[in-house]
């Protein structure tokens, strides 16, 4: 693949189509689900990273410093849609590469030139330390803290849900360098090697039986000075950056999975099955707003602009088509999805169950709702009576 195949989108994703086709056998195994959980799934996936690094089309839409091959989020975008349309699972890992990645390179281009690579190969996955016990929506409440040193900051406290916590070599941590009372103000992002000292890491079992998630605890962790993102006590604006992709491209990575999996599930409504047809429709309709309000985003994005609270629409859209999907499969064929092992149905049901918290993870859908409320359409707060 030549940088004159990318001069543009259209030509970008003819190619990537062509190149889909032209490999269609070697990529037939990422097309079906696989066994083993969720370890099991992130080490089938490291094979489709590797091979996607590669031929060249993972590292397009990342900067050419950082091991990248030019170009912006556009080309990303089109790679999770050219993947989805092709029938080929797009990897959970992908979720924490637009989550974690673009920080690196926007406030430590050092780390991500050393990291990012390796991602891409499937030799590393990270996660997202921000949420703790008492700690959700509310990040200005973090407790975990980082003691200032003279070659970096010792870490202790606690963080939980952390996606793809079980299998993670790196995490993004948010933590306190100010006084409880500093909030916002006193919070510093840090990037934390989970094979140090000291620290602990719990597996989570979900609804749903699988590892979905961990909790992990750190005692004396030291962290390096090299290995802050960002400046000293401004990490709440590192997390502001880091959520316009958290919620507008892991937006557009899902509309683009779960297209696919409603064709998977349009396939087993039975004619004249009135029920499940409305389910499907209503979900395909829900998943063409969000389509057209996550294009909107990632156009933004990749002009450097940041999309702003409007995000948070994003968010509303992705949870409401996330469930009425996944209601959908429910549906679509009751007895299959309730108790059949075949690994079709085991995975729209472990899915189901993973959209219940659609609404919660990533922050609060009844949050988000504020957010818009009182920052995109300027509604007067309310009064007590």
């Known amino acids: 693949m030549t940088s004159t195949a990318t001069r543009t989108i259209a030509e970008y994703t003819i190619v990537l189509a062509a190149w889909i086709d032209e490999n269609s056998d070697n990529l037939d195994k990422f097309r079906r689900p696989v066994e083993g959980g969720v370890r099991g799934e992130v080490e089938h996936a490291r094979e489709l990273m590797a091979l996607l690094y590669e031929a060249g089309w993972s590292r397009w839409g990342w900067p050419e410093e950082i091991g990248g091959r030019g170009g912006s989020e556009l080309h990303r975008a089109a790679l999770y849609d050219g993947l989805g349309a092709a029938g080929v699972e797009i990897p959970e890992v992908f979720v924490i590469l637009e989550t974690v990645a673009p920080v690196l390179a926007h406030y430590s281009p050092e780390l991500a030139a050393e ?3 390796a991602y ?3 030799e590393e996955v990270w996660g997202q330390g921000f949420s703790e016990p008492e700690a959700g ?3 200005a409440s973090v407790r975990t803290s980082a003691r200032v040193t003279d070659d970096g900051v010792l870490l202790n406290g606690q963080k939980i849900w952390m996606t793809l916590g079980p299998c993670a070599d790196y995490a993004m941590v948010l933590a306190r360098t100010g006084t409880p009372e500093s909030r916002h103000r006193g919070l510093t992002m ?6 140090s000292d000291g620290v602990t890491v719990r597996p989570i079992v979900a609804a749903n039986g699988r590892e979905e998630f961990a909790e992990v605890f750190f005692e004396d962790v030291h962290v390096p000075a090299e290995h802050r993102v960002g400046p000293q006590d401004g990490g709440w604006g590192v997390a502001m950056f880091l959520l316009q992709y958290e919620r507008g491209m892991y937006a557009w990575l899902r509309q683009s999975i779960l297209h696919h999996r409603l064709a998977t599930v349009a396939g087993r409504v039975r004619p004249g099955d009135t029920r499940p047809s409305r389910a499907v429709g209503e979900a395909y309709v829900l998943l063409a707003a969000l389509r057209a309000r ?3 985003t990632v156009a933004a994005l990749a002009e450097g602009r940041n999309p702003g609270p409007v995000v948070s629409v994003d968010k509303m859209l992705l949870s409401s088509a996330e469930r009425a999907t996944f209601d959908a499969a429910r549906k679509a064929q009751f007895e299959e999805f309730v108790v059949s092992d075949d690994l079709e149905s085991t995975r729209l049901r472990d899915e189901w169950f993973y959209s ?11 949050v988000q709702r504020d957010i818009v409320a009182q920052h995109v359409l300027r509604l007067p707060a309310g009064r007590s009576s």
């Open 120 to 122: 891409l190969r499937g």
């Open 190 to 195: 840090l990037w934390v090697d989970l094979a």
């Open 294 to 296: 996550c294009a909107t």
């Open 137 to 139: 929506s509310d990040l």
């Open 356 to 366: 219940r918290a659609a609404s919660i993870f990533g922050g609060a859908v009844d």
């Open 115 to 117: 990291h990012l690579p």
